[in-house]
T-cell receptor, first 115, second 113 residues
């Protein structure tokens, strides 16, 4: 069964460093998403991406964040200068884009720890 | 304003019993989708079930069913014949039209042997 994959599973970085989180969405999906979940809290939407551009973003997704689909399979989230409060689990998700049933399938997540 | 409300921070159920996890939502958009996800202790988010606002029947997926009461704006998840592996956090989520998906705070379900 096709699934969303994410690498790395864990990332430890120093405050102020840049990190890139990688995702491979399900191959026939057209919409891609990033979410984060701070430890013990609920899942928060960051950004959605369709047709090679951002379609929606939340207030969390500030200038420190960017997304890219560098080729036909990968979807990346870059944090330019990490802060302590960026420590969280980051989930990538994708959906087919069917407006009647936009079920999003999540990857296993990348646990980011900023020291 | 809170879009998705899960009022049960924790629930216990005996193995093989059924359990209902509550979810209420707030929207004025006639077109929306409701989702339930399971998050085991390993952290991944596993899609369980979907209900569209225009669906006439309650969604079912194996042991999962969604008790959709549109007028009350509730979308409770029913898990029948609970198993020990069902112990996890459960998140209700809603997507309005083309907007981003909003999650509830979650309910931690513990299945007792």
């Amino acid at each position: 069964e096709p699934e969303v994959t994410q690498t790395p599973s864990h990332q430890v970085t120093q405050m102020g460093q840049e990190v890139i989180l990688r995702c491979v969405p399900i191959s026939n999906h057209l919409y891609f998403y990033w979410y984060r979940q701070i430890l013990g809290q609920k899942v928060e939407f960051l950004v959605s991406f369709y047709n090679n551009e951002i379609s929606e973003k939340s207030e969390i997704f500030d200038d420190q964040f960017s997304v890219e689909r560098p080729d036909g399979s990968n979807f990346t989230l870059k944090i330019r200068s990490t802060k302590l409060e960026d420590s969280a689990m980051y989930f990538c998700a994708s959906s087919e884009g069917d407006p009647n049933k936009e079920t999003q399938y999540f990857g296993p997540g990348t646990r980011l720890l900023v020291l | 304003a809170q879009k998705i409300t899960q009022t049960q921070p924790g629930m216990f159920v005996q193995e093989k019993e059924a359990v209902t996890l509550d979810c209420t939502y707030d929207t004025s958009d006639p077109s929306y989708g409701l989702f339930w996800y399971k998050q085991p202790s390993s952290g991944e988010m596993i899609f369980l079930i979907y209900q569209g606002s225009y669906d006439q029947q309650n969604a079912t997926e194996g042991r999962y069913s969604l008790n959709f009461q549109k007028a009350r704006k509730s979308a409770n998840l029913v898990i029948s014949a609970s198993q020990l592996g069902d112990s996890a956090m459960y998140f209700c989520a809603m997507r309005e039209g083309q907007d981003d998906m909003r999650f509830g705070a979650g309910t931690r379900l513990t299945v007792k042997p």
